[in-house]
């Protein structure tokens, strides 16, 4: 299968590369850099020498690159998805877009939190969380590949939300991730000095992946969720643990609760139910697919706390985007995703 | 005026030594480890050259190490404090304890929760968060200094509760901890290859900060108080950040919770407000007595959220003894605690 | 092909289990572990959820394991392989040994660094450093994998040496290793709080990888080869750098240098050279089984400088290991072993 | 005493602030930033809330800098400090420069290396090595603060070449430095994604302070001394550590080596001697002016091991920098610079 990345040389990008490079069905055509346009990808990361040999061209060339493609990867910074959303469909082939701009149903909700007009407003997305849409990714033309937080929140509280288990004007999520979901764009706050031995909270209130949370949520409930979202940034490179409150509605069990998950999850690969009472780490899942979930039910305050793992990068980005091109070309799911998790 | 330390070889025995070395009132007399009894604190802690040339000497020696100081602090592990204090106390001499064994009015609480029983109910200790009970501190004879989850969320919530602004069944304390916390003791958790690039939650619902929390809450609201607390480990060495989640009551505005920091802290040296929209960074606070607080109005959910972030070793144990300390022995509050955080 | 391991619980145990996971003709039979017999793998590395579904054996079945094996792996502590050795050979099967017991020819020079008494003298081993000892690996049935720091050392130097471009008593190892090197055993040396922010050499020449690299030097050159080596413990988990020195000889060019490393190691996959003025980083080769290497001459001075760079767990041990069962076993010798390194 | 400093934001300005608020005869007048003049430090640095409240002015002040300042510290890239120095020197006040233009007695050497005209030959610069040039350091007007990986290797390396023990045309230093060596700037190499985990050499026969080592090693050899630096970047912030090898001259003893070190260094209070097989850490050194050094005799290879350990930003700039000022201002040389070592 031919296959193309727009923004080949960010992290996302970068991933994509190293995923599909044990992907035995992709061959990678076309990745471009409108910063490093020309240059061979080995002298932007190293760690491609003697597996990739190729060198970076530029959109301007799109037609080229959706012709001889089957599927494009777009790994772009939001609003910069549109225009080549329409080239590359316009050539009948398949998009699979890691950013925002095809995450929302109302593209108003888009335009507020993320202050840019949308304009492919009938583009008939689909939504990639992968396990939880994964009849409509099958059919999908354009998948919009869901945000890392956003992964990792909505794979922990949709059991707890399809089965009216709680509250759901009582969700709070806090989430803390790793560095590597800041990107490679140089800034004062992600210097190694300033970072390591650090820890903070940012955009409380205001972060982007909040609505996209909600959206899947009050798709599973019977009402609009409108949730707490606090993001944190925590020194290490990858990984994602969302830490989920809510008020566990009266009468529900423990064993609702386990029911639940178990139910809902108990045949998926890449979830890992570590049951109640279970801790997920964020460097079991390192370098893989896996998302791994476990719950508390504190009967003092009557709350359900779900704690979700993944890789940022992988489940939370480059990896899912994989996952949703395998189901969506009728390709075994796991195929090139069976990386075992780097612990060490 | 004399000090001695029984429990040196820790963290938070390091730490006091550390600080005692820049106070100018202070010298310090005995150390005691049972576990290197007899070695120089220099064999021990090599970073110590120069500055302490000291035997440590054994509990065994107690009577002489209460006769030969003012003051005695005591950092071992619960349970093993109250034999000591009375002993001490015994001699007329103030005893300031870094663990759990006295900070519960209700002994009971203590039981509970530390699994071991109260030797020692008639004590009248006092709690020693410095800022809220520092009258009482004054006259302290027995110090029962706070922990370290416990101080960075205290200092958070007590404004908002005791001025009445929040739900006191909706608090929710998301607590992030350096390693240090842990202390000295060796654990596969606390391996380095194990704990760099990790990210957990541990003790949901069952960590014994928990009762603390809420001891000190309840005194200042109108009504026993019940929280959520969850600790994190983070992969660094030092700090402590805590996200507290409170729902508002109806009409309370941004302005009233404005007021109530800065009417409550606004005269605190080691307090430091960084006012509504604050993002407090445990950096910031490193190797300081300082804890930093920002506050947060969603109007979306009608929730507060509050950030603390302090030094787990500092204003989290060593640093804010020597506080109550300089309290109890009518110093001025800041002697030997004006080191500058060291940002990088 | 049927594998078993012996010790599959340390990080090189875990590490074979990772790589062994993605080779294609590799089916794991048997694990053992003396401390945690009966436990599942997944109770010691719940990273392995989903992927391995093991239990723990112990040594006392190893009859049974070497019946069952087509090749057993040794990843125990120096001292423990040569009887393990003797009853797998006994069945007629092959063994690895990622220790030291069969590293030396001259079994004296073991007893005198590692001050053990060998006592399996005939055993005809094979050194595995596979670059340059293919041949001989291809007909081993028993294999003696190299040391991670001597894999570094012997692969940046061997070029010179072998060519004669140096003088043999001016050479200088300064080598510098991520803490994963120093296994999972509990240390004060190695926990978290006291490794992170670190840095210190240690074994100054004393270190068991010394005679190692001076044996495998000496074989390339025409006389006895002495070296300073110097082992360096780095803040961080995978990785060994190797900053090697020597004096050129008279009238030796830079030329002459390049032509040594090109024609020595251009045919090689897994060695990548940079060339002169190259710098390898050990994040280029994380968890991967390439080993970079880089050289400088410095006309002041009239010395070359030879840097080279692996993952101490993989190029450094497991990885190794498993390129020299596929070259045993006829099989290709990549196999398995194209996992691209995880850069972030 | 009243002090400026000209750049006060990069690191080693900060460190000077850091330094002083500790300083009890230091009261901190003006200082300047070109980036962020107007600016308030708290609002560069957080960290210095409740310590400094100061604005950030511009060198286009630096006559009212000079004029209200006793000594003014140039803490500015290198080829900035001559003009400046003219300046301050003109209305009569001492500078000591942090940067490299006044380290060369040969001005052409600086020239050389640094590619940048000298415009203030006559200077009359003391360099600023304490413990080895201290009765200069009294009557400096103008001061040449030394580089932290100059710092580092010269004291290690003095004791050996002063009394003629080693082979001068011998030495070989391989350092190793923590990231904040590298300054605030911004750069790919000190992102926290791709420093993280990594370690790698640079400049290899090329660094800044090879001549520097040089010059201040010659000085104390019966001749011209040429040697091997070789740098490297390690995962951590603060730290220098410098592992030097020299060949022993025939028949120097391990008893002459110590003897060595202990009667240059025994009575010095920053140098820490470990003694013969002693391993200094960084860690020992955190935040602290000292400079910890021991070292290793090799029988079997000839040469002597030194290594040395200090923290960049203190010894290796702004504290030696302080402890200048208290020497040239004849004040007690540890004033201000008595800090712990924070070794967690």
Known sequence: MKISICGATGYTGEELLRILASHPQAEVVHITSENQTGADINSVYPHFGHIYHQ????MEQLDVVAKDSDVVFIALPHGHAMDAVKTITGHGKKVIDLGADYRFADTSVYEKWYKVPHTHKDANAVY????LFREKV????????????????????????????????SIIVDAK??????????????????????LKAYNIGGHRHTPEIEQALSEFASNEVVINFTPHLIPMVRGILATCYANLKPGVSAEQVDDAFVSHYDSEYFIRLLGRGGYPATKNTR????????????????????VSALDNLVKGAAGQAVQNMNVMFGMDELTGLTQVPLYL
Do not use: M
């Open 177 to 198: 991730s790793g560095i590597s979901g800041a990107g490679r764009g140089l800034n004062q706050t992600y210097h190694y000095a300033e970072a390591t031995e650090n």
């Open 138 to 169: 099958k059919h999908a033309k354009i998948l919009a590949n869901p945000g890392c937080y956003t992964t990792a929140s909505i794979l922990a509280l949709t059991p707890l939300v399809k089965n009216g288990l709680v509250a759901t004007d």
């Open 55 to 58: 060198t970076l061209t530029s």
């Open 287 to 306: 370098g893989s697919n896996f998302c791994d979930i476990g719950w508390h039910v504190d009967k003092r305050t009557g709350r359900v706390i779900v």
């Open 128 to 131: 990639g969380l992968t396990e």
